[in-house]
Structures are given as C-alpha cells and as structure tokens.
C-alpha cells in the first residue's frame, strides 16, 4: 500500500511510520519537517499537498493542535484553534483526499480520551475529540460504497507524560499505540472509533 501519513513527525506518528514502513510504501509528512509539508489548518495547504501527491491507498492523519486549559480562561482564540485545527483539519483531510484515494482505500483519523473521559481542562480538546468522533460516524455512511473512514482514539501516550514530567504509569506507548493505526489501516472495518486501550487489551 501507498500510505501517506499526515503528522509523520510527531510522538505517535513517527512510530505508525516505523511501524508501517517494512510492509508499505510509506509518505511522510510533517508541517515543517518530512518527504512533504502541510498545514491541517489551511484548505489551501491540504489541497496542494494532494496535489502533490497525487494518488494513495491509505491516508493517516496523527495530528491536530488543540488547547488544554480551565474553562473560564479558554479564550475564543483557543477553541478557534481547536476547531479550526483538530476538527475542520481532519474534516478537509477526507473531504480532499478522497478525490487522491484509489478505490476501496483507507482514511484514518485521531480523536482522543478526552472525547469519553474528559478532565478537568479538557473543554476544547474534548469538544473537538467529539466533533471528529460524530464526524466520522456520519461520513462512512455516505462514502461506504468509495471508501473506509475510522478514527483511533489513544490513551495519554506514555512519552508525553514522561515529558511533562508526570505519572506516566498509566500511559501507553507511542509504539504500543502505532500497532493500533496498522490494524486499523489494514483491516476492514469503517465507521468506528477504535479506542486505543480497548483493542490492545484484546490481542
């Protein structure tokens, strides 16, 4: 399979790249760094990088900026950020690379726990992480004769909790979470939201 992966760089995707590289043919790409550039908060920026592309067999997007901070000083600008970013990001993915996906290919996008688990904090993040959830539930259904369409949700990832210097015991690893993405990418379902936690504990 041709695979690009949107957020190649970061902490998780650059594992799904590891992960994914022995058996496909893997595109990274990153906002500043990568085979290609993109910015998920400009339409423009997406659809250049399709263009450049051009045709895939799978699309992964590990990326999407959101803020994390108490309600009362979430400012317009941050749930800006989150929306515009996290949610309509992902939103333009499908909604311009499915015209670059060949047929019967894989769009895989990132939700979160905040989405089912929220914390004190989380409104943006897990307003966004719902949005994207409903988001791909509704989408499936339209495109289910063109393509597949899932999101995975992961748990804290244990590198980033390990950086921010808290209990990372909880967490799981951006490795661990990279096996989740290659299932999904690769098997058959579509309209799912597959928690992190819940498919690894099944194996």
Do not use: W
């Given at each position: 399979?041709k695979i690009?992966?949107?957020?190649a760089?970061?902490?998780?995707g650059?594992k799904v790249?590891?992960?994914l ?6 595109i990274q790409?990153g906002?500043k ?5 993109v910015d998920?908060?400009?339409k423009?920026?997406?659809?250049h990088?399709?263009?450049q592309l051009?045709n ?5 997007c590990?990326t999407g900026l ?11 600008e941050?749930?800006e950020?989150?929306f515009?970013?996290?949610v309509?990001?992902q939103?333009n993915?499908?909604?311009i690379g499915?015209h670059?996906?060949?047929t019967?290919?894989?769009?895989v996008?990132?939700?979160?726990v905040l989405?089912?688990?929220?914390i004190?904090g989380s409104?943006?993040t ?5 949005a994207?959830?409903a988001f791909?539930?509704a989408a499936?259904?339209e495109l289910?004769d063109?393509?597949r369409?899932?999101a995975?949700?992961p748990?804290?990832i244990t590198?980033?909790?390990?950086a921010?210097?808290?209990?990372s ?18 098997g058959?379902?579509s309209?799912q939201?597959i ?6 504990s099944?194996e």
């Amino acid at each position: 399979m041709k695979i690009a992966v949107i957020g190649a760089t970061g902490t998780i995707g650059r594992k799904v790249c590891e992960r994914l590289k022995t058996d496909h043919d893997v595109i990274q790409v990153g906002y500043k760094s990568g085979d290609y550039h993109v910015d998920i908060a400009d339409k423009a920026s997406i659809t250049h990088l399709f263009e450049q592309l051009g045709n895939v067999d799978a699309i992964i997007c590990t990326t999407g900026l959101s803020a994390f901070a108490p309600l009362q000083e979430l400012t317009d600008e941050q749930f800006e950020l989150s929306f515009n970013n996290k949610v309509m990001g992902q939103i333009n993915i499908l909604r311009i690379g499915q015209h670059h996906l060949r047929t019967g290919g894989v769009i895989v996008l990132t939700t979160g726990v905040l989405a089912d688990h929220p914390i004190p904090g989380s409104a943006a993040t897990s307003a966004a992480n719902g949005a994207v959830n409903a988001f791909v539930k509704a989408a499936a259904l339209e495109l289910k004769d063109k393509l597949r369409i899932n999101a995975v949700s992961p748990a804290f990832i244990t590198e980033s909790l390990q950086a921010m210097g808290v209990d990372s015991s909880q967490g799981v690893s951006a490795a661990d979470t990279a096996t989740v993405y290659e299932k999904v990418v690769t098997g058959s379902l579509s309209g799912q939201i597959i928690d992190v936690r819940n498919a690894l504990s099944q194996e």
